[in-house]
């Protein structure tokens, strides 16, 4: 989306990309618009304006810009990170929120919106079936395709000689000539570079795919501060995890004999979640590959959508692996990011049991896919006290459980330990055994 100077938004009224807001009390309508931009290619909000364009300002309390991020972020799906700035105009403050291009069709509190001129209404059914379908159908092979008037000079030798580097131990020698390499690989159609091409060892691959960066936020206490990671994959993989773990703090283990220091997360799981992100990524998205780290987890979300037949639960699991882009895939495997084929979620949840961290919760919903780490010390995190007390009771049964032994061990009623073991199903942490009456469940291992 291009961005326009203030005047320049204010001058020319409302309309598909715009629209004015005169406070923010009506912040679920905000929330609405934001979800139908973002489905359309984005645009702007402008809030502390009135619906002719005539400006009387708005007043932002301490932490109102940072509650309504949180509420954008929580509300819609997939995940809209909006750029929110406060700007001064004829002596007034007003509040701009820029809504970036979206990546297929967004949903506002489990809704599909679209723009109609300058209102924000209900998309349709059928629109919204539409666009998801096309969205998950041009997703496919987009890899294999050739970057228009892209030649070999656009790559960057150097990054070949980094990846050969790595690639040395599983047999990769190169003779130096770009083709020779490319072909191997499989990024070569009709002798012209691919996007993967492009992706793995462009010079400046983001003039190319701008949205092929990953964005960085971290907000742990008083301090928020965040980059963008640019360059070809295996530097994106190298310095995004190297960022991540500079910000990450020790703690003291005392639970041995001797004391030993530890890092909030275990460096496998990092490094697991940020070459699964970038690797297994849909790349004709529009949104930038997203990693959030808190006080309390490491978030980190890419779009596209897990292919058939993988669940989330199965990720817990031994699975097969079924890559979306399986060019990009086996040159990581070859340079060492890439343990084995299908293995990396598993030594994700090893080395937090092993280390003592709670459960990753890995999610999959319209146009994305997340994984959550809670840090050392936030085991209750991500799900709420009384879900931590069903998994606990899961955990130390002998044998699959019936919902009415949980309840009477939790002292709650059928109803409510069914809601608690519904939401743990969606985050692949319990599965059911069985149908009906019969149904039993337990604890994903």
Do not use: C
Request: net charge neutral.
């Amino acid at each position: 989306m291009k961005t326009d100077d203030l005047p320049t938004i204010l001058s020319g009224g409302e309309s598909e990309r715009v629209e004015f807001k005169t406070s923010l009390a009506d912040s679920k309508r905000i929330l609405e618009t934001v979800a139908a931009m973002a489905s359309l290619g984005g645009g702007t909000i402008v809030v502390g304006v009135r619906d002719d364009g005539r400006v009387i300002g708005t007043d932002l309390g301490e932490g109102s810009l940072e509650q309504l991020s949180q509420r954008i972020l929580a509300g819609t799906d997939p995940k809209v990170f909006v750029r929110l700035q406060a700007e001064p105009f004829e002596g007034r403050s007003v509040l701009r929120i820029d809504v970036p291009p979206g990546d297929g069709p967004h949903l506002a509190n489990g809704r599909a919106f679209t723009r109609s001129g300058p209102a924000t209404v209900l998309m349709s059914r059928d629109e919204y079936e539409r666009r998801l379908l096309d969205r998950l159908r041009e997703s496919a092979g987009y890899e294999r395709l050739v970057v228009p008037d892209v030649s070999l000079e656009a790559l960057d030798v150097a990054a070949m000689n980094r990846f050969v580097e790595l690639a040395g131990p599983r047999g990769v020698v190169w003779d130096g000539d770009p083709n020779s390499l490319l072909d191997r690989l499989h990024l070569l159609r009709e002798g012209r570079p691919t996007v993967g091409a492009v992706l793995l060892f462009g010079r400046e691959p983001q003039r190319m795919l701008p949205q092929a960066t990953v964005r960085l936020r971290v907000a742990r206490g008083a301090v928020e501060e965040g980059a963008v990671v640019e360059g070809g994959l295996l530097r994106q993989i190298e310095d995004a995890v190297r960022q991540i773990q500079l910000r990450l703090r020790r703690h003291a283990d005392r639970s041995g004999l001797v004391r030993r220091d530890v890092d909030e997360l275990p460096a496998v799981a990092v490094r697991e979640v940020i070459v699964n992100a970038i690797a297994h990524r849909d790349y004709r998205s529009t949104a930038p590959t997203q990693v959030r780290l808190d006080d309390d987890r490491l978030e980190v979300w890419n779009p596209g959508h897990l292919p058939e037949p993988l669940t989330v639960t199965a990720l817990r699991r031994a699975h097969p692996s079924v890559p979306p882009n399986p060019r990009i895939a086996r040159a990581l495997y070859l340079a060492g990011f890439v343990e084995e084929w299908g293995t990396g979620t598993l030594r994700v949840v090893s080395s937090m049991a092993e280390q003592g961290n709670a459960e990753p919760v890995f999610e999959s919903s319209l146009g994305g896919i997340s994984v959550a780490l809670p840090l050392l010390g936030a085991e209750h995190a991500l799900i709420t006290e009384r879900q931590s007390a069903v998994i606990e009771r899961l955990r130390t049964a002998d044998a699959q459980t019936r919902v009415a032994d949980i309840a009477d061990a939790l002292g709650v009623s059928v109803r409510t330990v069914q809601n608690e073991l519904a939401a743990l199903e969606s985050l692949g942490l319990v599965t059911r055994v069985g149908r009906g009456k019969a149904v039993r469940w337990t604890r994903v291992r």
